[in-house]
C-alpha cells in the first residue's frame, strides 16, 4: 500500500494540469468547416471528410472546460462548435440533429439518442462558460429531449429514430442511457431544475439497482423494446465501438461515478440518498477491478462474458480513464485507502501504455499491450482523457463545467 497520497497533492495536480493543458492543444487540431472530426493517429484531421455529431459536440464540451479553467484562445472553439451545432447539424425541418454531415449537407441523418446526450452535455457546458447562443440551444435540446428520447412510463430513453421521428428503432440500449444521465445530471445543475436530477436517478435505479444487481453486476447492455434482455446482441461483431457484445467493463467504471455523482446531488439537496447508490457503486468499481489481468496482461479488457471471461481482449483508453476517474470519486466518498491505490495502479498503466506524448494518447492496445486497430483508429478526441485529468480535483458534484465555473478546483 503506498505511503504518500496522491489524490490532492499539489504536486500531483500540477502533473495532472500540465495533462490537461497538453490534451486541450493537441485536440485543438480537430477543428473543421462543419465542426470538429476525427483525428488520426498522428493526430490530423481530414478537411473534407464528415464531422460526426458525437465528436463534434465532445469537442465543443472539451474546449467550454478549457474555457472555464481560464485557458485563453479556448472560447472561440466553443463558439465554433455552437455555430456548427445550430447551423450545420441542427435539422431546422424536424428538431433535433444530424448523426454526421460533410461539406455538401448531412451524410448521416438518423437522430440517435447516443450523440444527442452529448448535444445536451456540450450545450449545458458552454452554458456554463457563458458563451452567446448556448442557451438557446440548451433549450432546444432539452425540448428534444423531453419530446422524443426520454419515456416518463419506462424512467428510460429510447435509442434511435429516423429523420422525422416516425420509425423508432427496435433496440434500447444502456450506452446511450448512461450519457444521458451525464447529461442530465449538468442540466440540472446549470439549470437548477431538479426535475432533470430525477430523470437520471430513474435511470440509475433501473440499470444498477435492477439490471446490474440481477447480473451479478456484469451490467447487460442490450434489450429489446420491453427492457428484456438480448444476450446474444451482436455476438457475430464483438469488438463494436458501441454496441459490442457481452458485458463493457468500462461502463461498471463510468457507472459507479455517475451514481455517486447522482448520490452527492441529492445529498447536496438536504435529501437522504437511496441505499443502492453507494451499494451499487462500490459492487460496480469492485466486479471492475476483479478483472483486471484477467488474461494474464495488465490492464483492463474491452469486454467480457456474463461469467466474465474476456471476449475482446484489446484494452481500450476510455477505460482506463473511467477506471481513474471512479477510484478518485470512491476515495473522496468513502476515504477507503484502496481506492487511492487503484488511482495510482491505473495511472501508471496509463502513462506506461497509453500515453505516447503528453496529450496523445493511444485509443486501443491489443492483447499484447502493443498499438491495434480492431476497434478504433487513430485518436478520435479528448473528452474521456481529458476528464480524468479533471475529475480528481474536483468535489464529486455538482457536475464538472458548473463546478469550475464555481471556482472549485483542487490547485
Known amino acids: 500500500m503506498a505511503t504518500t497520497q ?14 490537461t493543458d497538453a490534451l486541450l492543444r493537441f485536440g485543438r487540431a480537430s477543428r473543421t468547416s462543419q465542426g470538429f472530426g476525427y483525428l ?37 472553439l466553443v463558439d465554433h462548435g455552437l455555430r456548427a451545432l445550430t447551423e450545420t447539424f441542427e435539422d431546422i425541418e424536424h428538431t433535433g440533429w444530424f448523426s454526421a454531415v460533410g461539406p455538401n449537407g448531412p451524410t448521416e441523418t438518423r437522430k440517435d439518442a447516443y450523440p444527442h446526450a452529448f448535444v445536451l452535455l456540450a450545450a449545458s457546458s458552454a452554458t456554463a462558460a457563458g458563451r452567446p447562443g448556448a442557451a438557446e440551444l440548451f433549450a ?14 419506462e424512467g428510460m430513453v429510447v435509442e434511435s429514430w429516423n429523420r422525422d421521428f416516425t420509425d423508432l428503432e427496435e433496440y434500447r440500449g444502456v450506452n446511450a442511457n448512461m450519457h444521458t444521465v451525464e447529461a442530465y445530471l449538468a442540466t440540472a445543475d446549470v439549470t437548477g431544475d431538479d426535475a432533470w436530477l430525477g430523470r437520471a436517478l430513474s435511470i440509475g435505479r433501473r440499470v444498477v439497482d435492477e439490471f446490474a444487481r440481477g447480473a451479478s453486476w456484469r451490467i447487460p447492455e442490450h434489450f429489446d423494446p420491453s427492457w428484456t434482455p438480448l444476450p446474444d446482441y451482436n455476438r457475430e461483431e464483438p469488438a463494436h465501438k458501441f454496441r459490442p457484445f457481452g458485458a463493457t467493463i468500462g461502463h461498471w467504471f463510468e457507472w459507479s461515478r455517475l451514481v455517486l455523482q447522482a448520490r452527492a446531488a441529492v445529498i447536496a439537496r438536504g435529501r437522504e440518498p437511496e441505499p443502492w447508490m453507494l451499494e451499487g457503486a462500490t459492487a460496480l468499481f469492485s466486479r471492475g477491478v476483479e478483472a483486471w489481468a484477467v488474461d494474464g496482461q495488465d490492464g483492463f479488457v474491452y469486454t467480457v462474458d456474463f461469467d466474465g ?27 477507503d485507502p484502496v481506492y487511492e491505490q487503484w488511482y495510482r495502479t491505473c495511472w501508471d498503466h496509463a502513462a506506461e501504455r497509453f500515453i505516447e506524448a503528453p496529450g496523445a494518447w493511444l485509443h486501443e492496445l491489443g492483447p499484447d499491450l502493443g498499438p491495434s486497430t480492431q476497434t478504433w483508429t487513430g485518436k ?4 474521456h482523457s481529458l476528464q480524468a485529468t479533471i475529475l480528481p480535483r474536483l468535489p464529486v458534484t455538482p457536475a464538472i463545467a458548473p463546478s469550475l465555473a464555481a471556482g472549485l478546483l483542487d490547485t
Open 6 to 19: 496522491w489524490l490532492g497533492q499539489p504536486a500531483h495536480n500540477r502533473w495532472l494540469e500540465q495533462e
Open 40 to 76: 488520426d493517429a498522428a493526430g490530423t484531421v481530414d478537411p473534407l471528410g464528415p464531422s460526426e455529431l458525437w465528436v463534434t459536440c465532445r469537442m465543443t464540451h472539451s474546449f467550454a472546460l478549457a474555457s472555464l479553467l481560464g485557458r485563453p484562445g479556448y472560447a472561440p
Open 140 to 153: 432546444r435540446a432539452q425540448a428534444v429531449q423531453l419530446e422524443k428520447f426520454w419515456r416518463d412510463d
Open 309 to 335: 471471461v474476456p471476449v475482446v481482449r484489446e484494452r481500450l483508453h476510455w477505460v482506463i480513464t473511467e477506471a481513474i476517474a471512479a477510484a478518485a470519486v470512491l476515495s473522496r466518498v468513502t476515504d
Open 380 to 383: 478520435p478526441d479528448i473528452y
